[in-house]
């Protein structure tokens, strides 16, 4: 079964707006952690944001801002004021009692001047 | 500080032949990683080490695979007689491993390329 599941293969953003991309999860471990990464054309993972399954409060890092859904099993990123150099690819991971990250098959988001 | 350094970058080899990549990890941190991305796709877990434990190889995709490390520093992936499906760019990762969150650093990864 997909442990994560992005469901936005590719979107495009006018420059200066937000964009939100999908991330749901299944896991039945009640202890489990929330990873965004960003893969550029240059191809590194570049970390963004994290998001304990215990955390009360929803992670913001700069721009980016996680919106965790327990109930719903979702951990959208929210990417506001989008600048050109955004355009990437976006991975959503999980992990949960181990050590190990289970990715989504990742959104492509392309900016627009 | 120096972040995860993979080389090499780029490796094309013939169908057939043993291929040896080599991941250095961002200094201190105890646990690495290594991890598949084919094209246009998530990233899959192969190999964990974590110290002096045993590591786990779960997700080694065949006995093709192997992995070592020396301590707490460089790690080496060989893939034996190589395939056209290995066709990939393999990405090492590292992270201090202890306490949450554990965030894993990536290398910029090495583009394999079997002919």
């Known amino acids: 079964a997909q442990k994560i599941t992005q469901t936005q293969p590719g979107m495009f953003v006018q420059e200066k707006e937000a964009v939100t991309l999908d991330c749901t999860y299944d896991?039945?471990?009640?202890?489990?952690?929330l990873f965004w990464y960003k893969q550029p054309s240059s191809g590194e993972m570049i970390f963004l944001i994290y998001?304990?399954?215990?955390?009360?409060q929803n992670a913001t890092e700069g721009r980016y801002s996680l919106n965790f859904q327990k109930a719903r099993k979702s951990a959208n990123l929210v990417i506001s004021a989008s600048q050109l150099g955004d355009s990437a690819m976006y991975f959503c991971?999980?992990?949960?009692?181990?050590?190990?990250?289970?990715f989504g098959a990742g959104t492509t988001v392309t900016v627009r001047a | 500080g120096a972040g995860v350094s993979q080389s090499p970058s780029n490796k094309v080899t013939e169908k057939g032949k043993d291929v040896e990549l080599r991941c250095d990890p961002i200094?201190?941190?105890?646990?690495l990683y290594w991890y598949r991305q084919r094209l246009g796709q998530g990233l899959e877990f192969l190999i964990y080490?974590?110290?002096?434990?045993?590591?786990?190889k779960s997700g080694l995709p065949s006995d093709r695979f192997s992995a070592e490390r020396t301590g707490e520093s460089v790690s080496t992936l060989t893939i034996q007689r190589t395939q056209q499906e290995d066709s990939a760019v393999y990405l090492c990762?590292?992270?201090?491993?202890?306490?949450?969150?554990?965030?894993?650093?990536f290398g910029p990864g090495t583009r394999l390329t079997v002919l």
């Open positions: 990762a590292s992270s201090l491993s202890g306490g949450e969150p554990d965030t894993q650093y």
């Open positions: 896991t039945s471990d009640p202890s489990y952690g």
């Open positions: 998001q304990g399954s215990y955390d009360q």
């Open positions: 991971a999980m992990r949960e009692n181990d050590y190990k990250l289970s």
């Open positions: 200094s201190g941190h105890t646990a």
């Open positions: 080490f974590q110290g002096n434990s045993a590591p786990d």
